[in-house]
């Protein structure tokens, strides 16, 4: 298994493994966020890659300015993590980790982040098993006006 930066000859995969991961996005919105990734300077996509050109995995990054519940600026940010399922359990995704978390000390964070769904408890047990705790919960509401 190989790690590296998403390429363009790897887009459609790495689109098929985010249309599971984002079940909610379309085609275009899906799209404009892996350009965007893809072109900028504070974000990036690494892959899982075996048997030369097969996407595995992926994890989504970002630097942010500020994050609830760290003190230092930038904050890495997992902005998404994802394992095809039966190629889960064998080391794919704490790789990823492993890999966001050099990328993120190259730019100079002292900290990370990521969050869950608060009614997705299974991505909830992982993080908290891959050294992250738990800041604290929240409801955010809207209106319209």
Not at 84 to 113: N, V, Y
């Amino acid at each position: 298994m190989d790690l590296r930066v998403v390429t363009p000859e790897l887009f459609a995969q790495w689109k098929r493994l985010r249309d599971s991961l984002y079940s909610g996005l379309d085609d275009a919105e899906h799209e404009r966020e892996m350009n965007a990734i893809a072109r900028a300077s504070d974000q990036i996509c690494f892959v899982a890659v075996a048997d030369g050109d097969q996407v595995l995995g992926f994890i989504e990054l970002s630097l942010r300015s500020s994050v609830d519940g760290c003190a230092s600026s930038p904050v890495g940010y997992v902005e998404g993590l994802f394992v095809i399922p039966k190629w889960r359990r064998q080391g794919i995704g704490k790789a990823l980790l492993a890999r966001a978390m050099d990328w993120f000390r190259e730019a100079g964070c002292t900290e990370m982040a990521a969050d869950a769904e608060i009614d997705d408890i299974a991505t909830q047990r992982y993080w908290t098993c891959v050294g992250f705790e738990e800041i604290w919960r929240i409801v955010q509401f809207r209106r319209a006006l």
